[in-house]
């Protein structure tokens, strides 16, 4: 039986070479990626089998780069590995497509067995956060986890970073009348009160930096 082809995708490069010695007997290893905009575009070209990613990482979340390339009809299954518990974000990112969740501190007895797992048809979620993150999934989806554009999360990532409205308009080449509107927009609809709040989410939703 071949190995399945993989990419994996962590913006450390001490993390990601040691994912890469711990998995290359096991799986064939086709690229790696140091950021969410390098993942699409490998993944894009090389169409692995699987990915194994971190959620946070620079020019676009781990969770983002998963939402583009399945909208672009990518079959790869994810994995991702973090050191974000937070159940909320497990369900949103099985609600995503996701197919298994392992915490960093558990890659070594945990991420060969969740790549079977997933490899075999079967989720694979971390036993360290299970049950909390059934519960967040039996939760109305509409209340776990509100919509945002593509657009608006880039949006939301840059003003996480600490970015102006000036430079944000300038990073995605759009006006600053328009950075305003997406981030009106994003508070209205998460019914967040200021920049603090939108930030906290941000984090929690593992699209910036916490």
Known sequence: ????????????????????????????????????????????????????????????????????????GLQAKFIFLTLHADARLVSEAIRAGASGYVLKQAAADELLEAIRAVMNGLLYLTPLVTRDALWAMSQPEDQESPHLTPRQRDVLRLIAEGKRMKEIASDLGISVRTVETHKQEMMQTLGL??????????????????
């Open 1 to 72: 039986m071949a190995k399945p082809r993989l990419i994996v995708a962590d913006d450390h490069v001490i993390v990601a070479d040691g994912l890469v010695r711990l998995l290359e007997e096991d799986v064939e290893i086709v690229a790696t990626a140091k950021d969410g905009g390098q993942l699409v575009e490998r993944a894009r070209q090389l169409r692995p089998d699987l990915i194994v990613a971190d959620v946070n990482m620079p020019v676009m979340s781990g969770l983002d780069a998963m939402r583009r390339l399945k909208a672009d």
């Open 193 to 210: 009160g200021s920049t603090a709040d939108l930030i906290k989410f941000a984090v929690r939703q593992g699209i910036a930096q916490g």
